[in-house]
């Protein structure tokens, strides 16, 4: 029982590289959201897709883009990273709007250092 | 903008303890105020409250809402070194699919 899968898990980066992370889940959920967790900070949600090939931006969507190209499957995109987005990167589905069920189901997070 | 915050920052206690962990929030157009656990990794669901008064309970957890007040409480009984952990609190408004999280509070259990 996979549920959400994240990868990689740890990734060290120097600033102006750019990297791909990967989330896919198995539950069959039309919404998957990206959040970045920072100490102090709680979750803060960068971006989010309500369906296949659909995206929209969260709380702090700047430096990153996002992808839904199927529905398994959520990628965020650093183009260009910088030192401020050294953090631990959170992906969540779920199969209703939070709204309407509340409860997501999270990956077990990507570490991401830059340099 | 939504707010949430959550005290105590920390809290260190022993076995056996109860602890109370608080929530207070500023939504537009509240829908939902939702309880998380995250032990070293995941955050994981613990519970949805919607309505006011209404006392949900899971074995020593258990929790309540006051919307009037726009607070919550999350209530541990008789706590045990598995409990120790970041307990996240989150609101959901009507107006989209986001959740906005609280700082957290990071609870340690010793024996």
């Known amino acids: 029982n996979a549920g959400v899968t994240q990868t990689p898990k740890f990734r060290v980066l120097k600033t102006g590289q750019s990297m791909t992370l990967l989330c896919a889940q198995d539950?069959?959920?039309?919404?998957m959201y990206w959040y970045r967790q920072d100490p102090g900070m709680g979750l803060r949600l960068i971006h989010y897709s309500v369906g296949e090939g659909t995206t929209a931006k969260g709380e702090v969507p700047d430096g990153y883009n996002v992808s839904r190209l199927k529905k398994q499957n959520f990628l965020l995109g650093l183009e260009s990273a910088a030192p401020s987005q050294t953090s631990v990167y959170f992906c969540?589905?779920?199969?209703?709007?939070?709204?309407?069920?509340?409860?997501?189901?999270f990956g077990e997070g990507s570490r991401l250092t830059v340099l | 903008e939504d707010k949430v915050v959550q005290s105590p920052l920390s809290l260190v206690v022993h076995e056996g303890d109860t602890v109370t962990l608080n929530c207070s929030y500023e939504v537009t157009n509240f829908r939902s105020l939702l309880w998380y656990k995250q032990e070293k990794k995941a955050p994981t669901f613990l519970f949805m409250l919607t309505s006011s008064g209404i006392e949900k309970k899971s074995g020593r957890l258990s929790s309540i809402l006051d919307k009037k007040e726009l607070f919550s409480i999350l209530n541990i009984t008789a706590t045990q070194t598995g409990d120790s952990a970041v307990y996240l609190c989150?609101?959901?408004?009507?107006?989209?699919?986001?959740?906005?999280f609280g700082g957290g509070t990071r609870l340690m259990v010793k024996p």
């Open positions: 539950m069959n959920h039309e919404y």
């Open positions: 969540a589905s779920s199969f209703l709007g939070t709204e309407n069920t509340g409860e997501l189901f």
């Open positions: 989150a609101v959901a408004n009507n107006a989209g699919n986001m959740l906005t």
